[in-house]
Nanobody
Framework: QVQLVESGGGLVQPGGSLRLSCAAS????????MAWYRQAPGKQRELVATISSGGSTHLAGSVKGRFTISGDSAKATVYLQMNSLKPEDTAVYYCNFESPYRNYWGQGTQVTVSS
Protein backbone atom coordinates (compact mmCIF):
# COMPACT_ATOMS: atom_id res chain seq x y z
CA GLN A 1 0.00 0.00 0.00
CA VAL A 2 1.37 3.39 -1.03
CA GLN A 3 0.26 6.70 0.42
CA LEU A 4 1.20 10.18 -0.73
CA VAL A 5 1.07 12.79 2.01
CA GLU A 6 1.06 16.47 1.11
CA SER A 7 1.70 19.48 3.30
CA GLY A 8 2.38 23.19 3.05
CA GLY A 9 -0.88 24.65 1.78
CA GLY A 10 -2.62 27.59 3.37
CA LEU A 11 -3.78 31.16 3.02
CA VAL A 12 -1.38 33.72 1.61
CA GLN A 13 -1.66 37.27 0.34
CA PRO A 14 -1.08 38.10 -3.33
CA GLY A 15 2.65 38.31 -4.00
CA GLY A 16 3.44 35.88 -1.21
CA SER A 17 5.09 32.48 -1.26
CA LEU A 18 4.31 28.93 -0.22
CA ARG A 19 6.21 25.65 -0.43
CA LEU A 20 4.29 22.41 -0.94
CA SER A 21 5.78 19.06 0.00
CA CYS A 22 4.73 15.53 -0.89
CA ALA A 23 6.23 12.28 0.35
CA ALA A 24 5.32 8.68 -0.34
CA SER A 25 5.12 6.08 2.37
CA UNK A 26 4.42 2.37 2.39
CA UNK A 27 5.54 -0.12 -0.23
CA UNK A 28 8.54 0.76 -2.33
CA UNK A 29 7.94 1.35 -6.03
CA UNK A 30 9.73 2.65 -9.09
CA UNK A 31 8.93 6.23 -10.08
CA UNK A 32 9.09 7.49 -13.65
CA UNK A 33 7.76 10.95 -13.03
CA MET A 34 6.49 13.16 -10.21
CA ALA A 35 4.05 16.00 -10.79
CA TRP A 36 1.83 18.63 -9.24
CA TYR A 37 -1.72 19.24 -10.48
CA ARG A 38 -4.28 21.72 -9.28
CA GLN A 39 -8.04 22.06 -9.45
CA ALA A 40 -9.87 25.31 -8.91
CA PRO A 41 -13.60 25.38 -8.06
CA GLY A 42 -15.70 24.66 -11.13
CA LYS A 43 -12.65 23.89 -13.28
CA GLN A 44 -10.93 20.77 -14.51
CA ARG A 45 -7.77 19.50 -12.88
CA GLU A 46 -4.73 20.92 -14.66
CA LEU A 47 -1.08 19.99 -14.78
CA VAL A 48 1.16 22.53 -13.05
CA ALA A 49 4.65 21.02 -13.07
CA THR A 50 6.51 17.77 -13.66
CA ILE A 51 9.92 16.36 -12.82
CA SER A 52 11.26 13.16 -14.33
CA SER A 53 13.31 10.54 -12.52
CA GLY A 54 16.29 12.00 -14.35
CA GLY A 55 15.59 15.49 -13.05
CA SER A 56 14.10 17.12 -16.15
CA THR A 57 11.41 19.62 -15.28
CA HIS A 58 8.45 21.17 -17.04
CA LEU A 59 6.22 24.01 -15.91
CA ALA A 60 2.86 25.15 -17.22
CA GLY A 61 2.99 28.50 -18.95
CA SER A 62 0.79 30.13 -16.33
CA VAL A 63 3.33 29.44 -13.55
CA LYS A 64 6.62 29.63 -15.43
CA GLY A 65 9.00 32.07 -13.77
CA ARG A 66 7.07 31.93 -10.49
CA PHE A 67 6.96 28.24 -9.48
CA THR A 68 9.79 25.73 -9.16
CA ILE A 69 9.47 21.95 -8.89
CA SER A 70 12.15 19.86 -7.25
CA GLY A 71 12.39 16.40 -5.81
CA ASP A 72 14.14 13.08 -5.48
CA SER A 73 12.50 10.03 -7.03
CA ALA A 74 14.79 7.71 -5.05
CA LYS A 75 13.45 9.24 -1.84
CA ALA A 76 9.93 9.56 -3.26
CA THR A 77 9.65 13.22 -2.35
CA VAL A 78 8.63 16.21 -4.43
CA TYR A 79 8.30 19.92 -3.69
CA LEU A 80 6.64 22.89 -5.32
CA GLN A 81 8.03 26.33 -4.47
CA MET A 82 5.43 28.94 -5.34
CA ASN A 83 6.45 32.60 -5.45
CA SER A 84 4.63 35.74 -6.54
CA LEU A 85 1.31 34.03 -5.93
CA LYS A 86 -1.80 35.40 -7.59
CA PRO A 87 -5.49 34.99 -6.71
CA GLU A 88 -5.88 32.80 -9.80
CA ASP A 89 -3.46 30.31 -8.24
CA THR A 90 -6.15 29.48 -5.68
CA ALA A 91 -6.93 25.77 -5.96
CA VAL A 92 -6.51 22.38 -4.36
CA TYR A 93 -3.05 21.12 -5.26
CA TYR A 94 -2.42 17.39 -5.75
CA CYS A 95 0.87 15.54 -6.05
CA ASN A 96 1.08 12.62 -8.45
CA PHE A 97 3.68 9.86 -8.74
CA GLU A 98 3.74 7.86 -11.97
CA SER A 99 5.12 4.32 -11.82
CA PRO A 100 5.37 1.80 -14.67
CA TYR A 101 2.14 0.16 -13.43
CA ARG A 102 -0.10 2.88 -12.01
CA ASN A 103 -0.51 6.46 -10.86
CA TYR A 104 -0.59 7.46 -7.22
CA TRP A 105 -2.33 10.60 -5.96
CA GLY A 106 -2.12 12.64 -2.80
CA GLN A 107 -5.23 13.76 -0.93
CA GLY A 108 -4.81 17.39 -1.97
CA THR A 109 -3.86 20.53 -0.09
CA GLN A 110 -5.74 23.83 -0.31
CA VAL A 111 -3.90 26.95 -1.45
CA THR A 112 -5.82 30.20 -1.15
CA VAL A 113 -4.38 33.49 -2.39
CA SER A 114 -6.39 36.41 -1.10
CA SER A 115 -5.98 39.76 0.58
Amino acid sequence: QVQLVESGGGLVQPGGSLRLSCAASGSRFSINRMAWYRQAPGKQRELVATISSGGSTHLAGSVKGRFTISGDSAKATVYLQMNSLKPEDTAVYYCNFESPYRNYWGQGTQVTVSS
